[in-house]
Structures are given as C-alpha cells and as structure tokens.
C-alpha cells in the first residue's frame, strides 16, 4: 500500500514566520506534488518536482518555494506566511505521466 | 473560462438512489481521465481511471467518458451513507507531463 505521510495534520502560524510543510512517500516515486485546496477553488497545484532537486512550478508558485533533496522527501516553504495562504496543503506522488496520484492526509494551516 | 467544469453541488439524495456525477471540459488534449472521493479532513483517494473513450465499472460505481462531448460521468448505484463525500474528476494529456487538472469537486450527502 502506498503511503504518502504530511508532517503535521493542523498548523497554526503568524503573519511573517517561515512555515515548513513536509511530505514523505515510501513508493520511490519520480513525481511528487504540492496543491493547495480551498473551498470553490478546488485543488491547485504550487510546485511539482520530477526527480531529485528538479522542480517546476505549477499555477499558484507566488510566495512558495520547495526542496527536493532525497527522492522519498518534497517540502514546501512559505518564506513570510500571510493570512491569504491560509489553506489546506495537499502532498501528492505518482509513478508515471499521467498516472493516479497518491495523497497525504493533508495540513490545515491557519495565518494569524 | 475553466478547464474543467464541476457542479460543487451539494447533492443530497436518499440512500439507495442512483447518483450521476459530471464534469465537462475543454482541453481535447485530455486522454488520462479519474474520479477521485474525498472524505471531510481527508486527502483525495483515487475511485476510478479510465483511459480514452468508453465505459469503465467497478462495483457500485461506473465511469463513463464521451470524448466527442468533453463530458465525463460517474454513477453510483444503490448509493450508501459511506458513500457521502466530496467527488473530484481530474484529467491529463500525455504532452502535459506530470500534471492532472482537477474539477472543483461535488459535495455529496446520502441520507440512510
């Protein structure tokens, strides 16, 4: 079964801390995802990465950055959070193009 | 105008009704196409894949793509209470890469 984990399930921060969110897969998986999900918005993605230290951006990578240092390792940095980036954050990895992604639980961070 | 159409609903229907579950599109590229179920404070799990054109059933559930429409189906049938959650289409064209368009998602509500 594959499994995708987010380090942490609810996160509350301040206006201007640095957030770390972090997903870990056990799948060896060559691609892996960040959306975030807001209600009527659906699921957008922020940045996707295809092998080790390669990432692209997705729609929304405007106050975002990642790292991908080991394959089985994505993070997602919000360099000053703001109250606008209060979401739910979504880890995702697939196998092959176009293929199924697997999910995380997801985190709910809140920007006070 | 977006890629990819889904009435957010909610739906609510009594248990055991048949449920239908759209999505239209405009991308003609798109060849990858899923239904993925989201139950509330969960990540999105994938429920059906089907490629191209055609009819795919698994159980309770069956998906139905009409390619020359842009038009995407779900049915469930005999629906149950387990079944209430929110349902995602998402799609992909092989020149896309790694990367699926999500639907907004339908709330649905069955009522036992």
């Known amino acids: 079964d594959v499994k995708v984990t987010q380090s942490s399930r609810y996160l509350v921060k301040r206006t201007g801390e640095k957030v770390f969110l972090e997903c870990v897969q056990d799948?060896?998986?060559?691609?892996m995802f960040w959306y975030r999900q807001d209600p009527g918005l659906g699921l957008r993605l922020i940045y996707f990465s295809y092998d080790v230290k390669m990432k692209e951006k997705g729609d929304i990578p405007e106050g975002y950055s990642v790292s991908r240092e080991k394959k089985e390792r994505f993070s997602l940095i919000l360099e000053s959070a703001s109250t606008n980036q209060t979401s739910m954050y979504l880890c995702?990895?697939?196998?092959?193009?176009?293929?199924?992604?697997?999910f995380g639980p997801g985190t709910r961070l809140t920007v006070t | 105008q977006k890629e990819v159409e889904q009435d957010p609903g909610p739906l609510s229907v009594p248990e055991g009704a048949i449920v239908s579950l759209n999505c239209t599109y405009s991308?003609?590229?798109?060849?990858?196409f899923m239904w993925y179920r989201q139950y509330s404070r969960k990540g999105p799990e994938l429920l059906m894949y089907t490629y191209s054109s055609g009819n795919k059933e698994d159980g309770r559930f069956t998906a139905q793509v009409d390619k020359s429409s842009k038009y995407i189906s779900l049915f469930i049938r005999d629906s149950q209470p387990s079944d209430s959650a929110t349902y995602l289409c998402a799609m992909s064209a092989e020149s896309s890469a790694r990367q699926l368009t999500f639907g907004s998602g339908t709330q649905l509500t069955v009522l036992p």
């Open positions: 991308n003609s590229a798109f060849q990858y």
């Open positions: 799948m060896d998986h060559e691609n």
């Open positions: 995702a990895s697939s196998w092959f193009v176009g293929d199924e992604q697997y």
